[in-house]
């Protein structure tokens, strides 16, 4: 399968070990202030946008989940909270971000509802056809091999299923663009750097967001991954965008 320039991203460049296993490592550091980085980051907005991906799976009424990158398990929890489906699954890599989301999930009272647990987005161990939907906030950007995740995201989709993928992209408005790049280059990894004491984490951000194929190009592997009625649609200033095909 084809490499794209954001595969070879990787966290700790003096490092012997995959990709997949920098990004686990590097999350498992970050998980005790990745929440509220992320909203500090982003002012806040990033809430807003995981609501509008969720959204976008409203007509479909999905009664299993599957959340891919699950993270802190932020996304599982809005589904939930805007979607009542009757089982949420997250999967993800880090088990320090695992641990983060299932105190969060207990706290709320949803461990019949959600479940997090260790697993692969490249290699999912689920039956073909297990759910209704399929999420990704953030995480597409870090697969190691990029059509490999889409192709069994697709596997797992039940036959009408929808995958919704939220994902970062760069403005292409000039005024705004300058301001961009000093924010991601300097001030986020700063920022990371003081709050979480893990500075690379934060310039990994920005250099896999400068490589990650966004828009049509992104639209394109979709449909190249098998996927049908693709669309997408961009979020504040072009940062962020939602990315949308079905089985």
Not at 56 to 63: E, G
């Amino acid at each position: 399968m084809p490499k794209y320039a954001h595969d070879t991203i990787v966290p700790f460049k003096e490092s012997g070990l995959s990709k997949k296993q920098q990004v686990a490592n590097m999350f498992d550091k970050i998980a005790f202030r990745y929440d509220f980085l992320n909203h500090f980051l982003s002012a806040g907005i990033d809430v807003t946008w995981r609501k509008k991906a969720i959204k976008q799976l409203k007509s479909i009424h999905p009664q299993t989940v599957l959340d891919v990158a699950t993270g802190t398990g932020d996304v599982a929890i809005l589904t939930y909270k805007i979607l009542h489906p009757k089982k949420i699954t997250g999967i993800d890599i880090s088990e320090g971000m695992l641990e983060v989301g299932r105190s969060k999930v207990e706290k709320l009272g949803l461990e019949n509802e959600i479940e997090l647990l260790n697993g692969d987005s490249e290699s999912i161990n689920f039956p073909d056809a297990s759910f209704d939907a399929v999420t990704v906030a953030f995480g597409v950007r870090n697969f190691e091999n990029l059509e490999k995740g889409l192709k069994e995201m697709l596997r797992v989709l039940k036959p009408g299923g929808k995958l919704v993928i939220l994902e970062f992209s760069k403005p292409k408005q000039i005024a705004f663009k300058g301001v961009y790049n000093l924010y991601m280059k300097i001030i986020a990894p700063g920022i990371g750097n003081m709050v979480a004491k893990n500075k690379d984490a934060y310039q990994y951000l920005n250099e896999s967001v400068q490589k990650f194929p966004e828009g049509k190009e992104f639209i394109e592997i979709l449909k190249k991954s098998g996927y049908k009625n693709t669309y997408f649609e961009s979020l504040t200033l072009e940062i962020c965008s939602i990315y949308c095909g079905s089985k």
